[in-house]
C-alpha cells in the first residue's frame, strides 16, 4: 500500500464529514427559484425619454444660471420637447457673449438661430441622448436591486432586456402588491411650499398660476377601503429633494396611535438648507411629496435645525418599513412601468420538485443497477463515488446558498450521467490493457493513467460552458448552470481521485492479485 494512502482517506473522509454537516443539520439552505416555490415575475419598462427630457430641464437651469453670472438677461428659458430647450434674450447685443457660454455645454447644439431676435434653441447631441437614456436604465436596475436586497427576498433575479426594459423574479413572494408598490415607485421626495394665495376651488377649476400646480393627497379609510384626495395648490419650485437625506427609519406616530411615520435626516448640507427653507417660511406650509402625492403638509412654526423631519400618512408599519427603503436608496432616475406581470403558484413547484425527484431516483436506480450488473464489484465501487458525487453537489449548494431550478434539476440528472460515463471510460481502458496482457495491477495504473487526459478534457470543456452560461444566462439559465459547474467539479473528484482511492485499497495493496472485477 502506497505511503500516502491514509492521507487520501483522511481527505476523503474531511470531505465527507464537511458535506454531511452542511447537509445535516443545515448550516444553510438550498434556495428554491421562481419555478420550484413560486413568486413572481416582472418585467419593467424604463421611461428614458423622461430621464433624457429630466436632464434637459436640469441643463437648461443650469445655463440660465450661467447667463446670470455673466451678466447677460434672458426673457425666457423653456424646454421644448424632450431634447432641447428655447432661449429668449432680453437684448440680441448680447447674442455673441450667450454662444460663447452656450460653447461650454458641449453636450448640447445651438440650432434654430435668430439673432434678430436673439432666440435659439439648444438641443442634445444623439450620443448624448443615447447615454443618458443607457444610464436611466442602469441606474434604474441597481436601485431596484438595493431595495429588494433590503426587502429580504433571497435569490432575486434583476437583469436588463434590451435598452429599456428590467427582468425581475422574486422567488417566495408572499404580497405581490407590496412588492411590486416598492419595486415600481419612482422615490422622488420633494418640499415645496403651498401656494396660499390661490384658493383651491379655483385651481381645481382650472385657474392655476403658472408657477404653480394641484397634487392631490391620498387618504383611505381602513375600515371602508374608499379612497378620498384632497387637492393642494403647491409652487412648482422645488426647495429641496430626497437626494440630500442620509437616513430614514420607522416609527410609532405619536399624535396617531395605531399609525407610523417615517423620520428622515437630512446631510450636512441638506440640513443647512432645510434650516435655511423653515427660517425664510414661518407660518407658511411645507408639503412633502413623494412621486407628485402630497403626504403631508405642516405649519411652519419656527426654524427647524438640525435635518430632521417627519412624514405622515397613516402608514402601516409594513408601508412606513417600506418608503424608508425607497428614501434611503434614493429615487429612480427614470419612472417605471410594469409591462408583464406572471405570478407562479406554489403548487406548480411541488409538482415540479416532485416529478424532478422522481426523475432522478428512477434514473439513478436504473445506472446503479446497470453499472453493478455489467462491471460487478467496479461497478459497485462507481455507485459508491456516484452517492458522493451528489452529497458534495447538494452541500455545496446548500453551502453557497445557491438557488436551485427546475432546469438545476435537470442539471443533476446530466451530472448523473456524466459522472458514470467517466468511471465507463475508466474501467473500459483496463479492460483493453487486461486484454493485451498487463497484469491487473499494471492494467489498473495504465487505466487510470491513459484516460486521465480525456477525461479532463471532456470536463474543463463542459465547465467552461457552465461558466458562460451562468454569466450571461438568467433566472433558471444560471440554476442549471450552476448545478452543472458544481456537479462535474465534484465528478471530477469522485472519479478520479476517489475512486482511484478505492481501487488502490481493494488491489493495489495486497501482495498479489490475479483478478480484476471489472
Known amino acids: 500500500m502506497r505511503r500516502n494512502l491514509w492521507l487520501r482517506v483522511g481527505l476523503v473522509v474531511v470531505v465527507v464529514a464537511v458535506s454531511l454537516w ?19 415575475h416582472l418585467v419593467l419598462g424604463v421611461d428614458t425619454s423622461k430621464a433624457v427630457a429630466n436632464q434637459t430641464e436640469r441643463a437648461a437651469d443650469d445655463f440660465k444660471a450661467a447667463l446670470e453670472r455673466k451678466g447677460i438677461g434672458t426673457k425666457r428659458i423653456a424646454r421644448e420637447g424632450e431634447r432641447a ?27 434654430s438661430r ?23 436604465t442602469r441606474g434604474a436596475v441597481e436601485k431596484i436591486r438595493n431595495r429588494v436586497d433590503k426587502f429580504g427576498v433571497a435569490e432575486a433575479t434583476i437583469t436588463r432586456q434590451g435598452d429599456d426594459r428590467i427582468l425581475i423574479q422574486l422567488p417566495g413572494v408572499q404580497d405581490p402588491d407590496r412588492a411590486k408598490a416598492l419595486i415600481g415607485q419612482t422615490g422622488l421626495l420633494e418640499f415645496k411650499l403651498l401656494d396660499e394665495r390661490t384658493a383651491v376651488e379655483e385651481a381645481v377649476a382650472g385657474r392655476v398660476p403658472e408657477t404653480s400646480e394641484v397634487l392631490y393627497q391620498r387618504r383611505v379609510d381602513r375600515e371602508t ?50 434650516g435655511e427653507i423653515t427660517e425664510q417660511s ?22 427647524i435645525p438640525g435635518g430632521r423631519a417627519v412624514i405622515t400618512g397613516q402608514f402601516t408599519v409594513d408601508q412606513a418599513r417600506d418608503l424608508a427603503i425607497v428614501l434611503r436608496e434614493g429615487a429612480l432616475p427614470a419612472a417605471v412601468s410594469i409591462l408583464e406581470e406572471r405570478t407562479v403558484g406554489p403548487s406548480l413547484g411541488a409538482d415540479s420538485i416532485r416529478q424532478g425527484v422522481i426523475a432522478i431516483l428512477a434514473s439513478s436506480v436504473l445506472v446503479f443497477l446497470f453499472m453493478l450488473i455489467y462491471y460487478k464489484l467496479s461497478g459497485l465501487i462507481a455507485d459508491v463515488a456516484l452517492v458522493l458525487n451528489l452529497v458534495i453537489l447538494l452541500a455545496c449548494m446548500a453551502a453557497f446558498g445557491a438557488t436551485l431550478t427546475l432546469p438545476g434539476i435537470a442539471g443533476i440528472a446530466l451530472t448523473i450521467g456524466m459522472a458514470v460515463d467517466t468511471n465507463i471510460l475508466i474501467f473500459e481502458r483496463i479492460r483493453e490493457e487486461l486484454k493485451v496482457g498487463k497484469t491487473p495491477r499494471g492494467a489498473i495504473e495504465a487505466g487510470f493513467n491513459r484516460a486521465f487526459r480525456t477525461i479532463i478534457d471532456t470536463h474543463v470543456t463542459v465547465l467552461v460552458t457552465a461558466a458562460i452560461l451562468y454569466n450571461f444566462g438568467t433566472g ?43
Open 225 to 274: 377601503k374608499q379612497e378620498q384626495k384632497i387637492p393642494f395648490v403647491v409652487q412648482k419650485r422645488t426647495l429641496l429633494t430626497g437626494s440630500e437625506l442620509t437616513d430614514a427609519s420607522v416609527q410609532a406616530d405619536p399624535n396617531s396611535p395605531g399609525n407610523w411615520q417615517v423620520a428622515i435626516t437630512f446631510s450636512a448640507g441638506g440640513a443647512q438648507r432645510f
Open 22 to 40: 452542511y447537509l445535516y443539520p443545515p448550516k444553510k439552505r438550498i434556495n428554491l427559484g421562481l419555478d420550484l416555490q413560486g413568486g413572481i
Open 282 to 303: 414661518v407660518g407658511r406650509h411645507l408639503a412633502i411629496i413623494l412621486d407628485g402625492t402630497v403626504y403631508s403638509a405642516p405649519r411652519i412654526n419656527e426654524r
Open 85 to 111: 430647450f428655447v432661449v429668449e434674450l432680453a437684448s440680441p447685443t448680447s447674442w455673441n457673449d450667450a454662444l460663447t457660454v452656450a460653447s461650454q455645454f458641449q453636450t448640447f447644439e445651438v440650432r
Open 114 to 136: 435668430d439673432q434678430a431676435a436673439g432666440r435659439f434653441v439648444l438641443a442634445m447631441s444623439d450620443r448624448e441622448a443615447a447615454q443618458q437614456a443607457d444610464l436611466a
Open 476 to 518: 433558471p439559465v444560471k440554476g442549471f448552470a450552476v448545478s452543472l459547474f458544481v456537479g462535474l467539479s465534484a465528478s471530477l473528484f469522485t472519479a478520479v481521485f476517489f475512486t482511484r482511492l478505492l481501487f488502490d485499497v481493494l488491489y493495489m495493496g495486497r501482495r498479489k492479485v490475479e483478478h480484476v472485477s471489472v
